[in-house]
């Protein structure tokens, strides 16, 4: 089988296989085989066994995340994040969209400690959602920010993906940490923005709580509540990001630090109970060998692609782009806007990186910046249908009568904020490079 005809079958098989609801790992790791039998032949796959231990496997950076899925889920189940969501709504009761730019706030605090969207979303779905329909806000608006927000665990760091991206590329953890966080916290203050501008323009989109309300709280009680449901979250952000910019420890340490601190919260705001820690510990090895899988089945598909040939495919058609670099660029990043729409972020870092980033070296782009680029684009793929998990984690958890399409629709302005965060970024490369220079001479 020709080097053309096999790139086809191999993204086609994977089209196809997702379409009929195999889980990501194995349909990787089928097409992968399949390819291997049509293409450049079966002994191929003694050598990406050898690949998938001696390299994907043994890689030390990759240790770091189940510490920190360990670490998100101490947090999550220590119940902190309902009373930090209460002291914030209530701090900001009397604006106009106060509510849902609560959702904005406690979800950046809650992607710079846990991580993990699905978490993200469903809590937020399930304490910020009704209150929202409650006070008459905005259906599309409510949803909309819940989502949006809460896909930005797998950008601010500590993020599994940002791990999983910097094992695959040459820039360090601690680099793509520090390029990420300016973008990250940008685009939380674009959703936010958003949120205040809309709710001026539209009052009935995000009406205020009642006065009452609020009047049940003292100033005083608000203060005690901030600083005791607010503080400890940035305590573990502190923790860990300052321990790894400050180079006290490196991204494996940073994450035992972050997993001890986040004990130590469950500790003081959770149940103690040893029930408790027997399913934050089952819920995290679930999360990690989810992650594992797909990273052998994607490890095996791009080996075989490489050889069969795949690789100098994709290169040809990226480099014969109209535009030089600026047009091969842009359809890289429109490949993985597209690949989102059906594949998670895992499944897309570990098939697009290898195929992509020496295409990116070859045209002598600043690796931290293109794989920021991608970070901010693989926002997207939570939000966009068909297969967008953001919208099922949230309808999941909604109450009647928030429909699947009112969840299409209130994606639709938040990605056009993720898209215009990459034009900012690409005319002001600096939003990315500029920390890391600062912090770690990058």
């Known amino acids: 089988m020709s080097a053309e005809m096999l790139t086809l079958f191999m993204f086609g098989g994977l089209l196809v296989g997702l379409f009929m609801g195999h889980p990501l790992a194995f349909v990787l790791g089928g097409v992968a085989v399949l390819g291997a039998v049509l293409g450049p032949g079966v002994k191929v796959l003694g050598t990406l066994i050898n690949n998938i231990y001696g390299n994907a496997m043994d890689n030390y950076v990759l240790v770091a995340i189940p510490l920190f899925v360990l670490m998100a889920r101490f947090l999550n189940d220590s119940g902190v994040t309902e009373k930090m969501f209460e002291s914030m709504r209530l701090l900001l009761a009397r604006l106009h969209g106060g509510l849902a730019l ?3 706030i406690v979800s950046v605090l809650l992607a710079a400690t846990t991580g993990i969207v699905g978490a993200s979303i469903a809590v937020m779905g399930m304490i910020a959602l009704v209150p929202m329909l409650k006070y008459s806000y905005n259906k599309e608006l409510s949803t909309g920010v819940i989502m949006a ?4 665990g797998i950008l601010i760091p500590p993020s599994i993906m940002l791990i999983l991206m910097a094992s695959y590329s040459p820039v360090s953890v ?3 940490f520090a390029g990420a966080l300016v973008p990250g916290v940008m685009l939380g203050a674009m959703y936010a923005l958003y949120v205040l501008v809309i709710c001026y323009l539209k009052p009935s989109y995000g009406p205020p709580v009642p006065a009452e309300e609020r009047a049940d709280t003292s100033t005083g009680e608000l203060l005690g509540m901030l600083g005791k449901y607010v503080l400890p979250p940035m305590a573990l952000i502190l923790g860990v990001l300052g321990s790894l910019f400050t180079g006290i420890a490196t991204a494996t340490e940073a994450s035992a630090i972050g997993v001890t601190i986040a004990f130590v919260l469950f500790l003081i ?19 990690t060998t ?5 990273l052998v ?3 095996a598909f791009t080996g075989v692609f490489s050889r069969g040939g795949g690789m100098q495919v994709i290169n040809d058609v990226v480099m014969a782009m109209p535009g030089g670099t600026t047009g091969a660029l842009i359809l890289m990043l429109f490949l993985v806007f597209i690949l989102g729409m059906f594949l998670d972020w895992t499944g897309i870092v570990l098939l697009s990186f ?3 980033l020496p295409i990116v070296d070859q045209m002598g782009v600043d690796m931290l910046w293109f794989v920021v680029m991608v970070a901010v684009v ?3 793929s939570f939000l966009t249908p068909p297969f967008g998990y953001a919208l099922f984690y949230l309808k999941g958890v909604a109450p009647k009568g928030v429909e699947i399409v009112d969840l299409y629709r209130a994606v639709i302005p938040f990605c056009a904020l993720i898209v215009l965060a990459c034009v900012l970024m690409a005319i002001f490369p600096s939003l990315v490079t500029g920390l890391p220079a600062l912090l770690l001479g990058h």
């Open 354 to 356: 290898p195929i992509m």
């Open 297 to 299: 089945g994607a490890t």
């Open 174 to 176: 601690g680099a793509l």
């Open 269 to 287: 705001f959770g149940d103690r109970k040893a029930s408790t820690c027997y399913r934050t510990l089952i819920e995290a090895s679930k999360t």
């Open 149 to 152: 927000s809460g896909c930005l």
């Open 102 to 104: 609560t959702v904005v």
């Open 378 to 380: 693989l926002q997207t």
């Open 290 to 294: 989810m992650v594992m899988l797909v």
